[in-house]
């Protein structure tokens, strides 16, 4: 993994803008449907009933303790609820795309808080970083994995990266664990996410990155092992986060380390990446069981990912209608547009990706 910090590379200026021409024709549609680009009473209807929920099941585990059976259920439900908060709630949030209003978007994005991250290292790692350098190798924190898998092809090569296609499963149900307990911890005190400094952290951005942290290990580890003693406690923490973890790691993957997206490389010495922004994102994504309605509401519209990374600002309830014209775009710009019919044809070309990066010189298709 690399450490050092590193002049971030640019984007090409070109005269006819894939990105310019995207933007015209959004804009275009949203103007003539009279379509606000931010969320409707829908994704609000949803943000309620996803943080109740969030929050009645956490009593009844711990305060009513159910059967055991009930309580593993009830957990495995919970993770899946961690993971939609932050793909539905904290996600738009934080692009600013939740709502018309500045403070709401905060609202919204600050959810991550309930689930015990930090909220301005996650702003400037997805938000700041991997949406502009998506996939570049030595940026893009998101392909960062040190030696335990190999996610593009120029980073080193090791033996046990022969073989995970096979454990990928157990390092991504760590994801959130890792992430509370670790990576963010490792972020504020090195000051830089992988090799970008972080900005400047004002006393309010301090603060809250350690209340959040004493809130959690007071809500998720001292109260329930008071109420529950220690050993129901670690096993109903195990089965939440890692469900958690699994799903959160699986649908971002899906939408980068896939066959057939790219790892541009920029030029040198001018550091320049290859093709513009639009073409960049496009490339370097891909979209997945576009046409369930039910894991899009799941999954908060990041089944879309091409869209929003081409639009972060627009909320994810308009991505299927937005899709259209970026698909169309693409067949004039003769851009591959990338996309998995199923989550399981997504997930196989995820598992053959690992595969090909399992081999000393992989060739991506």
Known sequence: MQTQTVAVPKFPVVQKSLHAELKRRVNQYLEEHTIRGTGNYKLFTKAVILISL????????????????????ECLFFGGLIAAIGFNIMHDGSHGSFSKYAWL??????????????????????????????????????IEVGVFMRMAPTQKHYVLHR????????????????????TDYNKYFKGKIGSIPLKKMSFADHFEFWIVKVYHAAIFVVVPIVMLGWQAWLVGFIVSTFFAGFILSIVFQLAHTVEHTEFPIA??????????????QIQTTANFATKSKVISWLVGGLNFQIEHHLFPKISHVHYPAISK???????EFKLNYIEYPTVLEA?????????SMGQ????IA
């Open 54 to 73: 969030f929050f009645i099941t956490y009593v009844h585990l711990v305060f009513f303790t159910p059967p055991t059976a009930v309580a593993i259920v």
């Open 105 to 142: 978007n905060k609202l919204a994005s600050s959810s991550i808080s309930i689930l015990g991250a930090s909220r301005f290292m996650w702003s400037m790692k997805h938000v700041s970083i991997h949406h502009t350098y998506t996939n570049v190798d030595g940026v893009d924190d998101d």
């Open 163 to 182: 073989f995970q296609h096979l454990y990928f499963s157990i390092l991504y149900m760590l994801l959130y664990v890792f992430w509370i307990f670790f």
């Open 267 to 280: 030029n040198q010495p001018e550091n320049r990446l290859p093709d513009e922004f639009a073409a960049h």
């Open 325 to 331: 014209i970026v698909k169309e775009a693409c067949a």
């Open 347 to 355: 997930v196989k070309a995820h598992v053959q990706f690992l595969k």
């Open 360 to 363: 000393p010189s992989p060739s």
